[in-house]
């Protein structure tokens, strides 16, 4: 329900401020990479990290936008079934700054809801296994740079949250590309 209510809050407002705005810039942005640590190149554990966005903006310095990221995780050196999941669902808000310069500071916020899930095969052949779900959010500064053309940009940024990301820990760099139009 609460899921439910959160999207409905998302679209909403995408529909109303997207009707009555003229001129706004829209971008789609996409994450797929395996997270880079010792534990990947030491072969101990493969854990690949996607997101998707959709942006658009409402003023010069402002923009906005649902987005699904997540990760995979799985640990060979544990065992063949040790696997769990991140899905987070939700939406950002971001002020940028110097917005007609091709590299721009920013600030963003974002809320989704997580839902984790993980298997766990012991030794012994008992399974192991269990789900849980929550609200949660980070706080990033960060910077885009963009391509010559505008078409095409990167965002890098440092996360901050009250929960754990990929590495275990409250805050972790991440980066997306995006096609602009």
Known sequence: ?????????????????SSAQTGINHSIGIQLNPYLNKSLFDG???MPVYALRY???IKDHITLGPELSGYFKRVPSVGPAYKSSRINLGG?????????SRVKPFFELSTYYNFYN???LETGGTET???????SGYL???ISLFSKSRKFSVDLFYKFSNKDFIN??????SYRLNYNF
Request: hydrophobic share 50%; proline share 4%.
């Open 140 to 142: 990033a500064p960060g």
């Open 168 to 173: 275990d820990k409250q805050s972790v760099l």
């Open 55 to 57: 942006t658009f903006s």
């Open 92 to 100: 950002f808000f971001r002020y940028s700054f110097l917005p007609e």
């Open 1 to 17: 329900m609460l899921l439910k209510t959160i999207l409905a809050i998302v679209f909403v407002g995408f529909s109303l401020i």
């Open 118 to 120: 993980y298997k766990f």
């Open 44 to 46: 101990n554990a493969i």
């Open 129 to 135: 296994s269990g789900s849980d779900s929550y609200l």
